[in-house]
T-cell receptor, first 115, second 112 residues
Framework: AQSVSQHNHHVILSEAASLELGCNYS??????LFWYVQYPGQHLQLLLK??????LVKGIKGFEAEFIKSKFSFNLRKPSVQWSDTAEYFC?????????????FGKGTTLSVSS | DADVTQTPRNRITKTGKRIMLECSQT?????MYWYRQDPGLGLRLIYY???????NKGEISDGYSVSRQAQAKFSLSLESAIPNQTALYFC???????????FGDGTRLSIL
């Protein structure tokens, strides 16, 4: 069965620090990968996605993620975080080309950014 | 995302009560999903539906049932609510092909 592991439960950073959140998945087939963000009291919003092509994908708000197939990883990065990036971040995976397949989520990483 | 609407947004109820959470969408998507979110556990899939005639159990379907009344509507029911079903519930939709899921604003359910 597929699973997603997020390495950090809670990350605390100061503004302007660089961010990297780890995500590894277990699945032998071809996958689509996602990062979602949930700001306090809000619903999940898509941050970025990888379906195919360039393994370095850029999302909204300056975030990017790199798909490394050999490591089954899809780590999220941002060079300089802002206070407004305080949120919970979820990595998710689904099988490629499987109609209707649901997302498998990691347990989430809470990011707290101090100003 | 205003295209996926969940009602109610908040609900407090007692153990043993029957609860229905509703989800409607204007995105025209065939695929709809119900998840629950618990602190430290992320989102877990309860049920999902490919179309009106199709219902599938997810990871944690026990204690829940669903109804796909129309393409745009997917309801989640707790027949006899229990306290460990206290959680934040999200509905999501997805179009065909390689598409991301779109989430509603969530329903915060508390069972006393």
């Amino acid at each position: 069965a597929q699973s997603v592991s997020q390495h950090n439960h809670h990350v605390i950073l100061s503004e302007a620090a660089s961010l990297e959140l780890g995500c590894n998945y277990s699945y032998g087939g071809t996958v689509n990968l996602f990062w979602y963000v949930q700001y306090p009291g809000q619903h999940l919003q898509l941050l970025l996605k990888y379906f195919s092509g360039d393994p370095l994908v850029k999302g909204i708000k300056g975030f990017e993620a790199e798909f490394i197939k050999s490591k089954f990883s899809f780590n999220l990065r941002k060079p300089s975080v802002q206070w407004s990036d305080t949120a919970e971040y979820f990595c998710a995976v689904t099988e490629k080309n499987q109609a209707g397949t649901a997302l498998i989520f990691g347990k989430g990483t809470t990011l707290s950014v101090s100003s | 995302d205003a295209d996926v609407t969940q009602t109610p947004r908040n609900r407090i109820t007692k153990t043993g009560k029957r609860i229905m959470l509703e989800c409607s969408q204007t995105k025209g998507h065939d695929r709809m999903y119900w998840y629950r979110q618990d602190p430290g556990l992320g989102l877990r899939l309860i049920y999902y539906s490919f179309d009106v005639k199709d219902i599938n159990k997810g990871e944690i379907s026990d204690g829940y049932s669903v109804s796909r009344q129309a393409q745009a509507k997917f309801s989640l029911s707790l027949e006899s609510a229990i306290p460990n079903q206290t959680a934040l519930y999200f509905c999501a939709t997805r179009g065909q092909g390689d598409q991301p899921q779109h989430f509603g604003d969530g329903t915060r359910l508390s069972i006393l």
